[in-house]
């Protein structure tokens, strides 16, 4: 190991517990073994599953655990077998920790590893803290020309990016997207960023529709109406070949099936809180696509940089709010209010 800086023993770090939510506690600060490089965090996002885990509905999170998947940071040590990394370089975390060796890792579809681990998700470490280890292939190098705040998106954007990628390719193709949240959001910029035909977004809130509509949407419909299907069809002009569903409960599954008929592809990119019925007759015989998506991979981070370096994502459209690690229960509450798109919390 090399340059181990001359920190204090121990360190701040974020846990959540059922009882008290979030919260800094001190905690000793993790020494890299062999592949592991120890990055000292700038920044950290606060995502959707992190204060779904924090009212105990993650269908994968338990309680108590340490948060933070979406991380940017530097490297200020790494350990011995450890390539491609180097002292003082800006990263992110790719937060998927494969085992490598099976059926789905020797296929190079390690974001579906039977063993798999997510640092800051179900894992002993995450990126809610000043310092962390992390196995130094799940580092990724930030470019120069993207600065901080758009380096924390690279992660964020990753999810919608390994969606649109699963759904095929949307150049001059409709597109109707549930849900303005975060996802939806970042789903939206990367669409029209990919030459997506029309696209129209649903939501129940005015508030994320305007951003929606800020943002490029060629449409936006009410999800509380009634014949939202039928509205979403009439603004795209007909049916959609492609519905994100970034919400995942019953209705919404309901009306993207709906949007699809005939023959579209529904993704399922919101995390589930329960299980759905859907009209399986209409889905067999109208010959309709229901797709899984499961966090990214490799190329999916370097898809994100190249849609951030062009512009198709902006900084300033998505993050909104930035809290010191001190105030991370203001944060949470913040990202779970509605008001915002992407809280971040900072080391300082
Ligand atoms: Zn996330
Ligand atoms: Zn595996």
């Given at each position: 190991m090399e340059d181990v800086p001359a920190a204090p023993a121990t360190m701040r770090q974020v846990i959540v517990t059922a009882g008290e939510g979030a919260f800094v506690r001190r905690a000793p600060i993790p020494i890299p073994v062999a592949g592991e490089a120890l990055v000292e965090m700038i920044s950290t996002g606060v995502c959707g599953s992190d204060t779904h885990a924090l009212h105990g509905l993650h269908p994968f999170i338990t309680l108590p655990y340490l948060p933070g998947h979406e991380v940017l940071g530097v490297v200020q040590a790494v350990a011995e077998g450890v390539t491609g990394i180097d002292v003082g370089q800006r990263v992110v975390v790719e937060p998927t920790l494969p085992c490598w060796h099976c059926k789905q890792c020797r296929a190079a579809r390690e974001n579906l590893c039977e063993n798999l681990q997510v640092f800051g998700c179900v894992y002993s470490q995450g990126g809610m803290a000043e310092w962390f280890t992390v196995p130094a292939n799940r580092l990724h190098p930030v470019p120069d020309e993207l600065d901080d705040a758009q380096a924390i998106l690279i992660e964020p954007l990753s999810t919608p990016v390994h969606a649109v990628r699963l759904a095929g390719p949307v150049e001059n193709r409709t597109v109707a997207i549930l849900g303005a949240g975060t996802i939806g959001l970042l789903v939206l910029a990367t669409v029209l960023h990919q030459g997506a035909g029309r696209v129209v977004v649903t939501d129940m809130l005015a508030s994320k529709r305007a951003r929606a509509l800020g943002l490029g949407a060629h449409a936006v419909v009410d999800?509380?109406?009634?014949?939202a299907v039928e509205a979403v069809r009439e603004a795209l002009g007909e049916s959609a070949d492609i519905v994100f569903d970034c919400v995942a409960v019953q209705p919404t599954v309901a009306q993207a099936i709906g949007m699809a008929l005939n023959g579209g592809t529904v993704v399922i990119v919101g995390v589930p809180t329960g299980d759905v019925s859907v009209p399986l007759a209409m889905i067999q015989d109208h010959q309709v696509r229901i797709q899984g998506t499961a966090m990214y991979l490799p190329e999916d981070y370097r898809e994100s940089m190249d849609i951030l370096r062009a512009g198709g994502v902006q900084a300033k459209d998505f993050i909104t709010g930035v809290y010191p690690m001190e105030q991370v229960a203001e944060a949470f509450a913040a990202s779970a209010?509605?008001?915002?798109?992407k809280v971040v919390v900072s080391a300082r």
């Open positions: 999800a509380g109406r009634p014949d209010g509605g008001e915002h798109i």
